[in-house]
């Protein structure tokens, strides 16, 4: 008997050596790694074992003893760790830990058994017939290694039955299986040893015995089912976690495999009984023929199968469901994304269609208006006796006609600024230039403009102004202006009856130490609304909606988006509430700084005096002494600046270019000099230098205006830097005109009323 137990331990021990070999050859996963672990334990333990049966006194015994233990504490941990591995058991690290450290501090006590008697607290050395023996009794830390080493064996038996049992595949199945005898093997010596069962547990340690058993099944597991071929492993676990679904059925209709996905897709899988498997085998055929895409839990899968053969044989049919939710979420970008530009392109196309109508009508009355002054002239001019009745109506008709040409040439203006603005905001070179200002001026110059508009309307104009707001504020005035501009001009519009409100109100903040204001300014009107799928589009640029119902409405569908990048640049907000049919509201909240706490008081009564009382007329004033010489190489510029200065009844010198202004201002001393910037021979600017650097400097101090179409922002700065007394923006209007040149012209020359 003690021969056969050692031959028993070399056997262990080269098989135990084999196994390291393999998994070292190997090692890619953490199943090698906890195999290897195992195996080397054994090994060491073994080694021990062997060293014992060889001890001739209680010292070597107890030397072979703690060698062994180096191996024998850690066996039961390893392959419990080896078959949670391979039966995808997931263990948490914590329970790993702890029961390493356990393990740890059970060894500790094995090294010091003679002293300390937590693990043997009794022990004597004896020879049974060949056998050298310990006799011992266990103490506390004997029994929790036993403890902890039968939970092991528990644990991993019901994990390795779950795991055979839930195994479709007969080829990994047998691998579970010789695991599971490998398990029982080592189990059942554990318990004979234990429990002393039979007399040979008396002798020696039968574990050995159960090992040497379950090394086959473990090398049969190995070699013939491949268990540590990485390739097979790999493959197992990638189907397994494949985002794919894969059902696969076998000739004989059962469902041989699935993945963890398939199980997602159809949750009924894994159903045991017949009937029902049958009916989901018919499900996915069906699914699969269709060809229809398959939507479950927000993902979208599409379906396929191909034939699964061996050696030309059909053995059965993979069903693959691919989860291609990306590729439609990126194809309904792609499609979203075409969309928005075919709707800006349409915009786009639209915009140029609206642009050449909104353009060519104006046009149209300038030069239709215009025709008709000419033609009603020349009635006049031809008519024989013309009476005065005749006359008073022609000069009647006259006046309309320019007021047309007036509003028309108006209307051209504020598309080309609109267009200007755009591609300034579009090319990110629109600044906003901040200013002290005060709001009362502003709400009057808007309030003006829009109660005229309303009027001429039939609506009613509303205003709520908060009295208690600051009145002087710092910010950009002109584009905050032009944005109340457009959305009551918008309001105006839209609104056929009813009214057009103007609310003002403000929120005082403090930021770092500016006292701040957030002006919030409301436009309501009772006009068509917007419908609530057109809001979301409203600030497009381009945009013009409900064109069924506009389409005789003048607009370029660009004031909103201008507004709205204009208000974004101040560092505000705009938005829109609005019932179709009813009416909308814009409310935009603007930050500003306040200057002073001078409040703006009653605007609304202040209003309401201003347009209720005598016409606030322009300063009406004549100059006849007054001499001054407008430079200009277009004769039409001249003729308009002429006729706008009419009744000043100033003396109006013309020149239509730079050289001939020279010549003029030798001979002659003006009281001012309005100068246009770009003439083709002579610019503006060198005209007025060269007039500064005559000889006899007869207009060596006149101040000159330069007259320019050139509004760009800082335009008025820049030319005064180059020496211009100040800047006029053509077209002028003639209150414009007459108010810059009574500020220039001697007072004594100047006599008003
Ligand atoms: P437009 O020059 O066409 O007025 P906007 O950019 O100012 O351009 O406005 C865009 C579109 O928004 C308008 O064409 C109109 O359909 C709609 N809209 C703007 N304001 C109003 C309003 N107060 N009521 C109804 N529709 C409005």
């Known amino acids: 008997m003690y021969n056969f137990v050692i031959f028993v331990l070399y056997f262990t021990i080269a098989g135990l050596f084999f196994v390291c070999c393999l998994s070292l050859n190997r090692w890619s996963t953490r199943l090698q790694t906890y195999l290897f672990f195992s195996a080397v334990s054994n090994l060491i333990y073994d080694t021990g074992c062997l060293l014992e049966l060889h001890a001739t006194n209680e010292k070597e015994y107890i030397a072979a003893l703690k060698m062994g233990y180096l191996g024998r504490v850690w066996i039961g941990f390893s392959l419990f760790l080896f078959i949670a591995e391979l039966c995808r058991f997931k263990l948490p690290s914590l329970v790993k830990i702890g029961c390493g450290l356990a393990h740890l501090v059970i060894f500790a006590t094995i090294l010091t058994v003679e002293t300390c008697d937590l693990y043997y607290n009794?022990?004597?050395?004896?020879?049974?017939?060949?056998?050298?023996?310990?006799?011992?009794?266990?103490?506390?830390?004997?029994?929790?290694?036993?403890?902890?080493?039968?939970?092991?064996?528990?644990?991993?038996?019901?994990?390795?039955?779950?795991?055979?049992?839930?195994?479709?595949?007969?080829?990994?199945?047998n691998r579970y299986l010789m695991m599971l005898l490998a398990v029982i093997s080592i189990g059942v010596s554990y318990i004979f040893y234990f429990f002393k069962l039979i007399p040979l547990a008396r002798k020696f340690d039968l574990m050995i015995i159960g090992y040497a058993i379950g090394m086959i099944f473990m090398l049969v597991a190995i070699i013939k089912y491949r268990m540590l071929d990485a390739t097979a492993i790999a493959k197992n676990y990638v189907v397994d976690e494949l985002s794919e679904a894969v059902i696969v059925v076998d000739i004989a209709e059962n469902i041989a495999y699935f993945n963890n996905t398939a199980k997602e897709l159809f949750p009924a899988l894994g159903n045991r009984e017949k009937d029902a498997e049958k009916g989901l085998i018919d499900d996915i055929r069906f699914l699969v023929r269709s060809g229809e895409p398959v939507r479950s839990n927000g993902k979208i899968?599409?379906?396929?199968?191909?034939?699964?053969?061996?050696?030309?044989?059909?053995?059965?049919?993979?069903?693959?469901?691919?989860?291609?939710?990306?590729?439609?979420?990126?194809?309904?970008?792609?499609?979203?994304?075409?969309?928005?530009?075919?709707?800006?392109?349409?915009?786009?196309?639209?915009f140029l269609a609206n642009m050449s109508h909104e353009i060519r009508t104006p046009i149209?009355?300038?030069?239709?208006?215009?025709?008709?002054?000419?033609?009603?002239?020349?009635?006049?001019?031809?008519?024989?006796?013309?009476?005065?009745?005749?006359?008073?109506?022609?000069?009647?008709?006259?006046?309309?006609?320019?007021?047309?040409?007036?509003?028309?040439?108006?209307?051209?203006?504020?598309?080309?600024n609109d267009i200007l603005d755009f591609s300034k905001i579009e090319a990110g070179k629109m600044d906003i230039v901040n200013d002290r200002y005060r709001l009362g001026v502003l709400?009057?110059?808007?309030?003006?403009?829009?109660?005229?508009?309303?009027?001429?309307?039939?609506?009613?104009?509303?205003?709520?102004?908060?009295?208690?707001?600051?009145?002087?504020?710092?910010?950009?005035?002109?584009?905050?202006?032009?944005?109340?501009?457009?959305?009551?001009?918008?309001?105006?519009?839209?609104?056929?009856?009813?009214?057009?409100?103007?609310?003002?109100?403000?929120?005082?903040?403090?930021?770092?130490s500016e006292d701040m204001l957030r002006l919030q300014i409301e436009v309501r009107d009772t006009g068509i609304g917007i419908k609530p799928e057109d809001v979301e589009i409203l600030f497009n640029k381009f945009q013009r909606l409900d064109m069924r119902h506009n389409s005789t409405v003048e607009g370029t569908g660009l004031g909103l988006a201008i507004s709205d990048q204009l208000v974004k640049l101040m560092g505000g907000s705009i938005g829109v509430e609005s019932e179709y049919g009813a009416g909308s509201t814009f409310k935009i909240e603007i930050p500003q700084k306040v200057l002073s706490s001078e409040l703006l008081g009653n605007f609304k009564a202040a209003f309401e005096r201003g347009i209720a009382g005598p016409e606030h007329e322009k300063e009406q004033f004549k100059a006849p002494d007054a001499k001054i010489l407008v430079v200009d190489d277009t004769r039409t510029n001249l003729m308009v600046a002429k006729g706008l200065l009419k009744a000043t009844e100033i003396k109006i010198d013309t020149a239509g270019g730079g050289e001939e202004a020279l010549q003029l201002t030798e001979k002659e001393t003006y009281d001012l000099i309005l100068m246009d910037q770009r003439m083709p021979h002579m610019l503006g600017t060198e005209a007025m230098n060269r007039i500064r650097a005559q000889e006899?400097?007869?207009?060596?101090?006149?101040?000159?205006i330069c007259m320019t179409a050139d509004a760009i922002m800082g335009a008025k700065e820049r030319y005064i830097a180059e020496g211009f007394t100040d800047y006029l923006a053509k077209p002028m209007n003639a209150a414009e005109l007459q108010a810059k040149i009574l500020q220039y012209l001697p007072q004594e020359k100047v006599v008003k009323g």
């Open 122 to 173: 009794y022990m004597e050395f004896t020879m049974d017939g060949d056998f050298p023996k310990l006799l011992h009794t266990g103490g506390p830390l004997y029994y929790l290694q036993t403890a902890i080493n039968l939970i092991y064996l528990v644990v991993g038996l019901v994990v390795i039955i779950r795991a055979l049992t839930g195994e479709k595949i007969a080829f990994i199945r």
């Open 301 to 350: 899968f599409t379906p396929k199968y191909s034939t699964l053969t061996t050696g030309g044989t059909e053995v059965g049919t993979i069903y693959s469901f691919a989860d291609v939710s990306e590729h439609y979420r990126y194809m309904d970008e792609l499609k979203e994304q075409k969309e928005k530009a075919d709707e800006a392109n349409r915009a786009k196309s639209q």
């Open 364 to 416: 149209n009355a300038v030069l239709g208006f215009n025709e008709m002054i000419v033609n009603e002239c020349d009635a006049v001019k031809s008519g024989t006796d013309i009476d005065a009745g005749r006359f008073k109506e022609s000069v009647s008709n006259i006046n309309s006609y320019a007021g047309n040409i007036q509003s028309a040439g108006g209307s051209l203006l504020t598309i080309i």
């Open 443 to 512: 709400l009057n110059d808007v309030s003006n403009l829009i109660f005229i508009r309303a009027r001429d309307k039939g609506l009613k104009f509303e205003l709520d102004v908060d009295e208690t707001l600051p009145d002087n504020l710092f910010g950009d005035i002109v584009r905050i202006r032009q944005i109340m501009t457009n959305i009551l001009s918008n309001a105006v519009k839209y609104t056929e009856k009813g009214s057009v409100s103007l609310i003002v109100r403000g929120t005082r903040y403090t930021e770092g």
């Open 696 to 704: 006899n400097g007869l207009n060596r101090t006149t101040p000159v």
